[in-house]
């Protein structure tokens, strides 16, 4: 009778740590993926914002160069009036 509860208790207790454990990585795996997700959507932004600022930029620069006549605007054609040096 004595074995039995005890091969019992041994069962139970193997049982109770394994599922423990289990819960354990499914909370850990969790708070991982939460992580990663902050941080993807973190990254996205910082991606989505250098994008943006990109092309501001770029926009910028060519009303600059379109107001100093450097550049001339046909349609949606830009003309360069200028050439640059493209050795690098």
Do not use: A, E, G, V
């Not at 208790?9 to 909370?27: C, D, E, H, S």
């Not at 770029?58 to 040096?85: D, G, H, T």
Request: without cysteine; charged residues 20%; positive net charge.
């Amino acid at each position: 009778m004595y074995i039995y509860i005890y091969l019992f208790m041994i069962k139970f207790n193997k049982y109770k740590y394994l599922k423990t454990k289990i819960l354990f990585y499914n909370k850990r795996l969790k708070f991982n993926s939460k992580k990663y997700l902050k941080y993807s959507m973190l990254k996205n932004k910082f991606y989505n914002l250098q994008i943006y600022l990109n092309n501001k930029f770029q926009i910028l620069l060519l009303n600059y160069l379109i107001s100093k006549n450097l550049i001339l605007k046909k349609k949606n054609i830009y003309l360069l009036k200028i050439f640059f040096n493209l050795n690098y």
